[in-house]
């Protein structure tokens, strides 16, 4: 089953040809800057430490 899915993502990934389109500007303001790298790295950390509480709260109780 790995193997399948796997082999099915690369032949797709390589049957794939991306062409850049001339009327979106490289200004856009969907791209990532300062702040929002640091928002994206502060909730990534934010998540991780809740998660891990979790599991150490849920693991603490079951022995």
């Known amino acids: 089953m790995g193997i399948a899915i796997s082999s099915m993502h ?3 990934m390589l049957a794939t040809r991306f062409i850049p389109d ?3 500007s490289n200004k856009s ?3 990532l ?3 929002s790298v640091y928002g ?3 909730y990534c950390a934010l998540m991780l430490i809740l ?3 979790l ?3 849920t693991a603490t109780k079951t022995n």
Request: charged fraction near 5%.
């Open 29 to 31: 303001s969907l791209l």
């Open 55 to 57: 599991v150490a709260i």
């Open 33 to 35: 800057n300062e702040y």
């Open 22 to 24: 001339p009327t979106v």
């Open 51 to 53: 998660a891990s509480l």
């Open 40 to 42: 994206l790295a502060f």
């Open 10 to 12: 690369y032949t797709g």
